[in-house]
C-alpha cells in the first residue's frame, strides 16, 4: 500500500495575530458548525481517493484547532477512519494554542486517537507576546503544557519564534531554557517573517518597533542550536529539533514528497505527481460542500441525505481549483530543494529509483561548484548542507533550479 499523509486545516483563531497571513479568521459557533460540516462532507466526498493508500500520519493544523468543540474534533477523527486506512502506529498531531484548551479536549483528543500535541507557544516572555499580537502569556502556556501532560501525552512540541520585535539573544536564551526545562519531545524554532500587509509589517515601516539585525538572528539561531543539542535533542531539518525517536513523521513527509491530501479550506495537496490547493474563500467552501442542506447536521443527530444535499459531481473538481501536473523537471527540483532541508540530506540512490537517472547527470556541475564552496557535504551516497551552506540556504536551494 502506498503512503499518504493527510492535513486537516481549521482556519478558525479567536484573534488574528500581527505577524500571522495564515488563512485564519474569527468566526461564530454557526459558521464553525457549518464549515466541520463540510469538511466532514469533503472527507467522504474523497474516499475513492484514498483508497490503496495507508495514512502514516495526520496533522489538524490552523488556524487553531483547538477553538473548536471537541466532539467536532472526535467526528472528524471518526469520519477519517471511516473514509481512509490509517497505520496502526499513525502519528497523529493536532494544533493547539495554549490558553484555548482544556483537559476535556485533550482528553478527548487522546480518546479519539490523536496521540501529538503541538503548542505554538513563540515566546517564554510576555512583552514579546504581546508585541506579536498573541492572546497567551507564558503561564497560561505552561498550565496547557502540563494539563497535555495529565492528558497523556508524551509527544509534545513546541513552536518557538526568533528575530522577533526587541528580542534580545538573552531573551531567546530565556525562552530556550524555559521550554527545555518542560522536556517536550520536539521544538520547532523559526525566525519571524514580516509578511506583507500584515500589522507588523506597518509597525516594522513606521519604525514602530526594531527588529534583530541578521548577524543578531544568526546568532539565535545557533544558540537554539547550541542548547539544544546541549540538552539531548538532535537537529533534523534546518529549524526542527527532537528527542532521540521523536522527529516529527509529518513534516519529514512533506520533504520527502511524500504524498499528501488537504482537507480543508486553502488546504494543499500534492497527490499523484500534482499539485492543488482548494478554494480559499470560506463561503464559497462551506457553499459548495454543503449546497443544499444548511439545515441539518451531524450534531442534531441528522445526517445529509445525497438527494437533499445534491452535490455535483464534479464538486471537488471545483473545490481543488487549479491543478498543476509536475514536470520531471519540477519533480526533480523539488527532491533537493526539501530534502536538502534536512540534516540527512538527500540519497542518490532514491533520486536514480524516482528518476532513472543519476544525480550527477543532473546536478554534477552544482553539487561539485557547491562543494568547493564548502556549502555541501558529500559521504556514503547522500548530499547534504555543511554549517555554513545552512547559513545561506536560500542560495544553495536556488542553484538547484533547472
Ligand atoms: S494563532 Fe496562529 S494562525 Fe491564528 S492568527 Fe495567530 S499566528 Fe495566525
Known amino acids: 500500500m502506498k503512503k499518504l499523509e493527510i492535513y486537516i486545516h481549521i482556519p478558525f483563531c479567536e484573534k488574528k495575530c500581527d505577524y500571522c497571513d495564515f488563512l485564519s479568521m474569527r468566526a461564530d459557533e454557526g459558521t464553525k458548525r457549518e464549515y466541520v460540516n463540510g469538511l466532514i462532507r469533503e472527507i467522504e466526498l474523497s474516499k475513492d481517493m484514498m483508497k490503496g493508500y495507508q495514512a502514516d500520519t495526520v496533522f489538524i493544523g490552523g488556524g487553531t ?97 526568533s528575530a522577533l520585535p526587541g528580542q534580545t539573544p538573552e531573551s531567546y536564551r530565556d525562552t530556550l531554557n524555559k521550554v527545555i526545562e518542560l522536556n517536550p519531545e520536539h521544538i520547532s524554532a523559526y525566525s519571524l517573517i514580516v509578511e506583507d500587509g500584515t500589522p507588523m509589517e506597518e509597525r516594522v515601516e513606521q519604525n514602530l518597533v526594531t527588529l534583530p539585525d541578521e548577524d543578531t538572528e544568526r546568532e539565535m539561531y545557533y544558540l537554539t542550536r547550541e542548547i539544544a543539542l546541549k540538552n539531548g535533542y538532535k537537529r533534523y531539518e534546518i529549524s526542527n529539533y527532537a528527542k532521540p525517536g521523536y522527529e516529527c513523521r509529518h513534516n519529514k513527509g512533506y520533504w520527502q514528497r511524500v504524498e499528501y491530501l488537504g482537507f480543508g479550506l486553502g488546504a494543499a495537496s500534492l497527490y499523484q505527481n500534482k499539485r492543488y490547493s482548494n478554494v480559499s474563500d470560506l463561503n464559497e467552501y462551506i457553499g459548495l460542500l454543503l449546497d443544499g442542506g444548511k439545515d441539518e447536521d451531524y450534531y442534531g443527530g441528522m445526517v445529509y441525505q445525497d438527494d437533499v444535499w445534491d452535490i455535483q459531481e464534479d464538486t471537488l473538481n471545483i473545490l481543488h481549483g487549479k491543478i498543476s501536473t509536475l514536470s520531471n523537471k519540477d519533480m526533480m527540483e523539488e527532491f533537493m530543494f526539501l530534502g536538502l532541508r534536512m540534516t540527512e540530506g538527500v540519497s542518490e540512490k532514491k533520486f536514480k529509483m524516482d528518476f532513472g537517472r543519476n544525480i550527477d547527470a543532473v546536478y554534477g556541475e552544482v553539487i561539485e561548484k557547491l562543494e568547493k564552496q564548502h556549502l555541501l557535504e558529500r559521504k556514503e551516497g547522500r548530499i547534504k548542507l555543511t554549517d555554513r551552506g545552512v547559513d545561506i540556504s536560500n542560495y544553495v536551494m536556488s542553484e538547484f533550479l533547472l
Not at 474534533?73 to 496502526?88: A, R
Not at 480518546?111 to 499580537?133: H, T, V
Open 65 to 161: 484547532p483547538s477553538i473548536l468543540r471537541e466532539d467536532y474534533i472526535e467526528k472528524i477523527m471518526q469520519t477519517l477512519k471511516d473514509n481512509c486506512e490509517l497505520s496502526e502506529n499513525a502519528e497523529i498531531t493536532i494544533e493547539c494554542n495554549p490558553g484555548i484548551v482544556n483537559l476535556k479536549k485533550l482528553e478527548t483528543y487522546k480518546k479519539s486517537g490523536i496521540n501529538r500535541i503541538s503548542f505554538g507557544l513563540q515566546s517564554a516572555n510576555d512583552s514579546e507576546l504581546r508585541e506579536l499580537g498573541r492572546i497567551h502569556d507564558f503561564a497560561g502556556f505552561v498550565e496547557s503544557y502540563k494539563m497535555a501532560r495529565q492528558a497523556g501525552f508524551n509527544n509534545i512540541n513546541v513552536d518557538i519564534m
